[in-house]
């Protein structure tokens, strides 16, 4: 007879830290790129970013429902794949009509996966390092908004590279607190 046990608080920390970690470098270089790139209009590089960004946010996503499995997370991570892959799909035919299409498409992303994370940041608290993501979710929400109220007049989509920055620090900030915890928490343990 096998038995499963839900996943232990430290190891999935453990995968936390190191994910947020690869999405930090992930992100900061992806958003440095992109702006280099940005002023060229949609030319195969900044559309072959644009079209990588949710594409890897689906594989992080998986990497975090592995980890995550059996916790209260787990159903909305799923969503967020679902979204990212959404976004991936919507974002082909949107560069296909410009960069207001382009804004319009990453600016619902932002909104819904925003709410996603910082919905999976609460119910994660006790793990710790999560109040970045909370923040970050949050944020996300309010910049997607800002990408919808101004994509009509949008000219570039460097803005998209400094949304993908503050991101980046998000989940760098959240990697350090999520290492700090553990430190604590294998310190704790020793004692006892």
Not at 1 to 24: C, D, K, Q, W
Not at 29 to 36: D, Q, R
Not at 156 to 167: P, Q
């Amino acid at each position: 007879m096998s038995t499963t046990s839900a996943p232990h608080p430290a190891r999935i920390a453990a995968t936390l830290r190191t994910l947020y970690a690869v999405r930090f470098v992930f992100q900061l270089v992806w958003a440095l790129v992109l702006i280099l790139t940005a002023s060229a209009g949609l030319g195969p590089v900044s559309v072959t970013l644009l079209l990588l960004y949710p594409l890897f946010d689906v594989v992080a996503a998986i990497v975090d429902h592995r980890a995550s499995r059996g916790t209260g997370p787990s159903p909305l991570l799923s969503v967020n794949m679902g979204l990212s892959l959404l976004a991936a799909i919507g974002l082909v035919f949107a560069v296909a009509s410009g960069i207001p299409a382009v804004m319009v498409v990453w600016g619902l992303w932002a909104i819904t996966a925003g709410a996603v994370q910082l919905v999976v940041a609460l119910r994660r608290r006790r793990l710790g390092g999560q109040w970045p993501m909370i923040l970050s979710g949050g944020i996300s929400v309010l910049a997607g908004v800002g990408f919808l109220a101004g994509s009509a007049n949008s000219e570039s989509v460097a803005g998209v590279g400094g949304y993908a920055i503050l991101g980046a620090v998000f989940f760098l900030v959240s990697a350090i607190r999520l290492q700090r915890a553990a430190k604590l928490a294998s310190a704790g343990a020793e004692r006892a």
